[in-house]
Every structure is written in C-alpha cells, then in structure tokens.
C-alpha cells in the first residue's frame, strides 16, 4: 500500500497537522491532566512514554485510514496546545465521530471552534460525509455548548452507553448533517 499523504489544514490562527513524536511533550500535559481527562473517558497519563504509544496509534489508525487525528498548532508561536479528529469512521454510511481535546491553558479562546469549523468543512467537502457526530458527557457544560454553537443537534441521552473510567457512563449524542 502506497503511503497516504496527511491532510494539513489552516484557520486564520491554526495549523491542524500530523502529530509527530517532537509533540510529545505538550500532548502529555494534556493527557496527564485530570482537569482534562476527566471528560475524556480514561484515566490521566501517569508516564510520558503512554503518549508515544498514543501518537503510533493515531499513526496506525491513519494509514488503515479507520480514523484521523490531528494537532492542532498556534500558527504564530507554533506549538501544540491540543488535538482534534474523526474516529468511528463508517465508510459505508458516510459518518464519523469528531473529538477533541485542549490544553486548560487554552481553553475560553475560540480554538476548538475555530478546528472544529475546519474539519466539518474538510469532513462534507473531501471526505464526503453525511453526518458527524459527537457523543459527550451530560456534566461537560463546555462541549455542549461548543457543540450547539457550531450547529450540531443534540439527540439524546444514551443511558450505560460505555464503560469508561472503571464506570457506566451515560453520554449524549450530537450530530450535524451535511444538508
């Protein structure tokens, strides 16, 4: 198989690109914070060499182009302050499940609006899906309302839908079609 080229996507204040074994570093602030994790459905990070494990994933997955992650870079002072992706990509049925998580540094400043606007356009325009979709939990005041913002539907409550942190989880499901 002939090697896939990654997709690089720019925002007026953001590079979204492939994430290397150099972003180590900032992806384990995010991934070892319990501030951020605590929405994210694992447990924080306790070693750096997790994230290498996490960056071969997202690499792997990629190529067997099951998913794509990105990081998302400040243009200006080019550093990571987060990642954003499709997974649970269903060819077939045109759907994927975006996710997303950032730096606490960041947060309240208009990033993940301004990625996630990015991949919905490159997600209905060159991938050609139909629908997106995002499940969240009901506690994650600030995903909702990202959501919303960016014109996704929210549809309901699935109850027990996962397992995650040791614990059934209840989450919500979003969704935004490309009509």
Not at 18 to 26: F, G, H, L, Q, V
Not at 79 to 90: K, M
Request: aromatic residues 14%; contains cysteine; charged residues 30%.
């Amino acid at each position: 198989m002939s090697e896939i080229n990654f997709p690089v996507l720019e925002t007026d204040r953001l590079v979204l690109r492939k994430i290397e074994s150099t972003d180590r570093e900032a992806l384990y602030k995010i991934f070892s914070s319990d501030k951020i994790m605590e929405h994210y459905g694992m447990f924080p990070y306790k070693d750096i060499s997790e994230v290498d494990i996490l960056i071969s994933n997202f690499s792997k997955a990629f190529e067997e182009q099951k998913s794509i992650r990105w990081a998302i870079e400040l243009k200006e002072e080019r550093i990571v302050i987060g990642t954003c992706g499709f997974h649970n990509w269903n060819k077939k049925h045109l759907r994927a499940e975006v996710g997303y998580e950032l730096n606490e540094n960041y947060w309240r400043k208009g990033y993940i609006f301004e990625a996630i606007t990015k991949l919905l356009e490159y997600a209905f325009f060159d991938l050609n899906m139909n629908r997106v979709e995002a499940l969240v939990y009901p506690e994650n005041v600030a995903s909702h309302l990202s959501l919303k913002k960016l014109g996704f539907q929210e549809e309901g409550l699935l109850k027990e839908y996962c397992i995650f942190r040791d614990k059934k989880q209840d989450l919500i499901m979003y969704s935004l079609l490309k009509n």
